[in-house]
């Protein structure tokens, strides 16, 4: 269903898979079957998971797995009720997500133009795009060819659930991008990857055809130790923040900045309200005739 209805990514459809299937261990050595499960056993597992020591949002993560799971044992019938209704959520506290300053960020720039060669154009490429559009690295690694427009300028982004999303780049990432399609042809692989990294605009000899994340993440590593930056501070996703964060504090409003990121619910893209907090903040000691007379 996740697949097939909801055109879910598969990196999402293996989390559903290994949290199912811890649930159901659970289930097991209590001599019950998950789909049996009734709203006590649930309760039990919860329980179980914060006894071990869970941060609330993996439990979180976890129950709302479970969650479509006996949802969709309603829907088919298979079940005349749904036990998870009941359950409350854990309790989270609210955490920032994790930022690089903007000088931090263009000290990675300035460690990535340090590198020479093909090597050195894409990873600056890479680099330059992830932090002018905010992707998510699944979308940034598997971008096709045919995502970039003719000039250069635009991406065409398929994100969760197979949704498109048009995203600009800056004058910066149009020149490395192309700067290194000067290049490209280096990464070609050659025999049975080749017709499928044909097709990537970062093409590699991995399964897919195309760079894989986690050697991505290595490559920002090993960066950001390059740049005398916390290597622990730095992966992808700290530059999708990062980029969240800092068109916030320019002036964006928070439903461009949705649109960018290709979040389905503007609530998630509320993190970044410590941002407009600051703003707002700021904008009253400036313009507020009060506060300006006192200062």
């Known amino acids: 269903m996740l697949a097939a209805e909801r055109g879910a990514a598969v990196n999402t459809i293996e989390s559903y898979r290994r949290d199912l299937a811890h649930f159901a261990a659970f289930a097991a050595a209590r001599r019950r079957r998950p789909e049996d499960a009734d709203s006590a056993l649930i309760r039990a597992y919860l329980a179980r998971l914060a006894g071990a020591g869970m941060a609330p949002r993996t439990s979180a993560r976890r129950l709302s797995a479970l969650r479509q799971f006996f949802r969709f044992l309603h829907a088919e019938r298979v079940r005349d009720d749904d036990p998870s209704a009941v359950i409350d959520s854990p309790r989270q506290g609210r955490t920032l997500p994790r930022h690089l300053s903007e000088d931090e960020v263009e000290r990675l720039l300035a460690a990535a133009r340090n590198h020479p060669g093909p090597e050195g ?59 290194y399609a000067g290049v490209r042809t280096v990464f070609l692989p050659k025999g049975k990857a080749a017709p499928a990294a044909t097709r990537c605009l ?44 800092h068109l916030l504090a320019h002036g964006a409003d928070l439903r461009s900045v949705q649109l960018l990121l290709g979040h389905a619910d503007i609530a998630t893209t509320q993190i970044y309200t410590h941002v407009l907090d600051e703003r707002l903040k700021a904008l009253v000691q400036d313009a507020h005739p009060l506060a300006r007379a006192k200062s």
């Open 202 to 245: 970062f093409p590699s000899r991995g399964r897919d055809g195309h760079l894989t994340r986690a050697r991505f993440a290595q490559m920002l590593k090993g960066l950001a130790v390059e740049a005398g930056l916390d290597a622990a501070r730095v992966s992808p996703h700290v530059l999708r923040h990062s980029f969240a964060s």
């Open 121 to 179: 154009a894409r990873l600056v490429a890479l680099l330059e795009i992830l932090y002018a559009t905010g992707l998510r690295v699944s979308e940034l690694v598997a971008l096709p060819l045919s995502a970039v427009s003719r000039d250069g300028r635009l991406l065409t982004v398929r994100g969760k659930g197979g949704k498109e999303r048009l995203v600009p780049l800056t004058d910066p990432a149009t020149a490395a991008l192309d700067t």
